[in-house]
Each structure stands twice: as C-alpha cells, then as structure tokens.
Nanobody, 124 residues
Framework: QVQLVESGGGLVQAGGSLRLSCAAS????????MGWFRQAPGKEREFVAA????????GYADSVKGRFTISRDNAKNTVYLQMNSLKPEDTAVYYC?????????????????WGQGTQVTVSS
C-alpha cells in the first residue's frame, strides 16, 4: 500500500506561484508513474500533469501547459508540481496519484493510489 501526502497548497494572488510536493511512503517509488489531478467545487476531477517512472516523459493538460512543470526526485520519493502564472480558474483541490507502471496516463481511473489533496486558491 502506497501512502501519498501532498503539501504546498495555499492562497496566492493571480500571477503568483506555488510548488506542490507529494511524498510517497513506498521504497520502490522509482517504479511508479505519478500524476497530478485537480477538482474544483461542482466539477469533475481533471488531469493536470503526469510523469513517467524515470522522469523521461511528461504530459500536461492544455490549460496548464507552459505554466506548470511536473518533476520528481526518486532519491527523496517525492514528486513536485511547480505552478507559475496562476489564474483564478486554477483554484481547486490538487491530488497526486501513483501507478505502478512505466506509463503515465491522463485518465484518473488508471491510478491505484491517491493522496488526500491540498487546497490551492488563487485570488483575482
């Protein structure tokens, strides 16, 4: 069982930046693809970004491409989401997810383990 703990959320003004972190309990973290998803009130959970097990490939939702960067440090069992030029529409609870596979899909149902989420609020 992989436990994921997100941190780094908070309140920021539009145009600002935040860096989310997701720490994993699993010693074989390097074998897991990781993803970030978000869910705003009244909306479905949506894909934000994903990264393969070795960091060799990444993918982004069109809405965040060029503003967000996903990365990972396998030595620290941690995945990051650097969020720049934040917009009010980025306001949501952000979740990290893990999948024991080399691929990093965009579909939430492909992931096996989820964190509890961290709130990001962007004020206008």
């Amino acid at each position: 069982q992989v436990q994921l703990v997100e941190s780094g959320g908070g309140l920021v003004q539009a145009g600002g930046s935040l860096r989310l972190s997701c720490a994993a309990s699993e010693r074989t973290f390097r074998l897991y693809a990781m993803g970030w998803f978000r869910q705003a009130p009244g909306k479905e959970r949506e894909f934000v970004a994903a990264i393969t097990w070795n960091g060799g490939n990444t993918g982004y939702a069109d809405s965040v491409k060029g503003r967000f960067t996903i990365s990972r440090d396998n030595a620290k069992n941690t995945v990051y989401l650097q969020m720049n030029s934040l917009k009010p529409e980025d306001t949501a609870v952000y979740y990290c997810a893990a999948r024991k596979n080399t691929n990093a899909p965009r579909e939430f149902y492909e992931y096996d383990y989820w964190g509890q989420g961290t709130q990001v609020t962007v004020s206008s």
